[in-house]
T-cell receptor
Framework: KNEVEQSPQNLTAQEGEFITINCSYSVGISALHWLQQHPGGGIVSLFMLSSGKKKHGRLIATINIQEKHSSLHITASHPRDSAVYICAPAHIDTDKLIFGTGTRLQVFP | ETGVTQSPTHLIKTRGQQVTLRCSSQSGHNTVSWYQQALGQGPQFIFQYYREEENGRGNFPPRFSGLQFPNYSSELNVNALELDDSALYLC?????????????FGPGTRLTVT
């Protein structure tokens, strides 16, 4: 079983829809990153969380340390949000990132 | 302030050959981490360098080795290439060792081994 599980694996939405991507992990963590990867490979860091909730523009990330779960929400989705979203917790023992396989999001006009 | 850069962008090598990939970290960043991302998978941690010393290594064989230079740029070397080494290789720099620092990723080097 993978240490980091993301759901759904693939997500299709109409422009304007509210999107939720979930991440569950089975290990103790010191922090959790949400990353965005566009076609071609470039990765951009969206959030780093160790507790609670963070908001940046139309993006919201939450984490529940006790339940070992984090969510990434996109409000008023737009075609430019189409990308792979990757959850990457930092393992508490090594303090190194472990990655989910990502959620591929496509937003259509 | 320049971002993280990697070279080359694409590379094709033959099984058994050796390859060197390069990463220039963001200005002021003393930590560089290298990752391998196979098609359709999430990145896997290879190793991390902090102030020219290796600080942690993932589950990769010794033919994967690295260096960090005094200007904090870094190299990843892979010897005796195998077909399974075909992947996107990403480096990320950060202000410090802790994983809670924001990670700045380069565009990656896509390696194909034939």
């Amino acid at each position: 079983k993978n240490e980091v599980e993301q759901s759904p694996q693939n997500l299709t939405a109409q422009e304007g829809e509210f999107i939720t991507i979930n991440c569950s992990y089975s290990v103790g963590i010191s922090a959790l990153h949400w990353l965005q990867q566009h076609p071609g490979g470039g990765i951009v860091s969206l959030f780093m969380l160790s507790s609670g909730k963070k908001k940046h523009g139309r993006l919201i990330a939450t984490i529940n340390i006790q339940e070992k779960h984090s969510s990434l929400h996109i409000t008023a989705s737009h075609p430019r949000d189409s990308a792979v979203y990757i959850c990457a917790p930092a393992h508490i023992d090594t303090d190194k990132l472990i990655f989910g396989t990502g959620t591929r999001l496509q937003v259509f006009p | 302030e320049t971002g993280v850069t990697q070279s080359p962008t694409h590379l094709i090598k033959t099984r058994g050959q050796q390859v060197t990939l390069r990463c220039s970290s963001q200005s002021g960043h003393n930590t560089v981490s290298w990752y391998q991302q196979a098609l359709g998978q999430g990145p896997q941690f290879i190793f991390q360098y902090y102030r020219e010393e290796e600080n942690g290594r993932g589950n990769f064989p010794p033919r994967f080795s690295g260096l960090q230079f005094p200007n904090y740029s870094s190299e990843l070397n892979v010897n005796a290439l195998e077909l399974d080494d075909s992947a996107l290789y990403l480096c990320a720099s950060s202000l410090g060792l802790a994983a809670s620092y924001e990670q700045y990723f380069g565009p990656g080097t896509r390696l194909t081994v034939t």
